[in-house]
């Protein structure tokens, strides 16, 4: 019988889970999005898999350099928002590590679309 790794979420640094965490106690617009990204996590608990895979001639080199990502992945938020992770693990565990979330416009912008 295969075992079931263990799914969870973590934050790329501090400054990330603070800012997702202060959301919460914002405007209208700010809970809202934290609420988007309180879904997102748990679809990333049940399946870290579940964004889209960003090839790898697309990373921001700062994230390259500041997270050592070897793989990023987009998940799409209602409204236009995009949410930004990467998945770390071993045969015990997996971790969808969260990066950053922006709206479309400030997201095309850090892709160069």
């Not at 997702?20 to 898999?49: T, V, W």
């Not at 001639?57 to 949410?83: C, F, Q, S, T, V």
């Amino acid at each position: 019988m295969k075992e079931q790794r263990i799914k969870r979420i973590g934050f790329a640094e501090p400054s990330i889970k603070k800012a997702f965490n202060d959301l919460e106690k914002g405007k209208n617009e700010d809970k809202q999005l934290f609420r988007f990204l309180q879904r997102a996590i748990e679809d990333l608990k049940s399946n870290p898999f579940a964004g889209i895979r960003i090839p790898s001639k697309l990373w921001p080199k700062e994230y390259i350099k500041k997270y050592r990502i070897n793989n990023l992945r987009k998940y799409d938020l209602p409204n236009a928002w995009r949410l930004l992770y990467t998945i770390k693990g071993n045969e015990v565990e997996i971790v969808s590590v969260l990066i950053e979330w922006f709206d479309h416009k400030n997201y095309e912008r850090k892709f160069k679309y």
